[in-house]
């Protein structure tokens, strides 16, 4: 009986440590965000700008951020062409068949080899988010001189609802 109290005491301490120092951050300017953790969706296809360092199949990272009243959809992917930028609304489709719009505010930046999207999620968008995995995203990428976007849809088998409902509550 002893060793199951101490079999506890050691899964507690664990459980605490993973919840006390897995944080990931988001940062806009100065303004510091709650995030889940960066989820990767691949998608087919080759382009010379969008091949991963390996020379892979491209992936993005998708993550979600916690705001006031809401949520940011954060989207980041490696690029080695500087003037690429996400373009347009980027759709979530979710395991339950429906989707989510994210309107483009022409929030992003590049950083370190990876062009990043910043979207707004509404808090009824967060509580879907909350039931529903997201299978797929929908995004598109264009050079920043150029009229024309290329359109990509990546897949990913991750276990976002854990994530969202992990920063929100259930």
Known sequence: MQNVGKLLFVLLLCTLSRATFAQNYFYIGEQRYKATPSRSFSFPGK??????????????????????????????????????????????????????????????????????????????????????????????????FEVQSQSYIATGSANTTEDVRMLFGN
């Open 47 to 144: 382009n010379e700008f969008l091949i991963d360092y390996d020379g892979s199949t491209p992936f993005i990272n998708v993550s979600i951020a916690k705001r006031s009243n809401g949520g940011y959809l954060v989207l980041s992917l490696y690029c080695t062409f500087r003037f690429n930028q996400f373009s347009g609304n980027v759709f979530l489709y979710l395991s339950d068949g429906s989707v989510i719009k994210c309107y483009d505010r022409n929030m992003g930046d590049y950083v370190n080899n990876k062009i990043i999207g910043v979207y707004l999620l509404s808090p009824a968008e967060i509580e879907r988010l909350k039931r529903h995995r997201i299978e797929s995203i929908r995004f598109s990428v264009k050079h920043r």
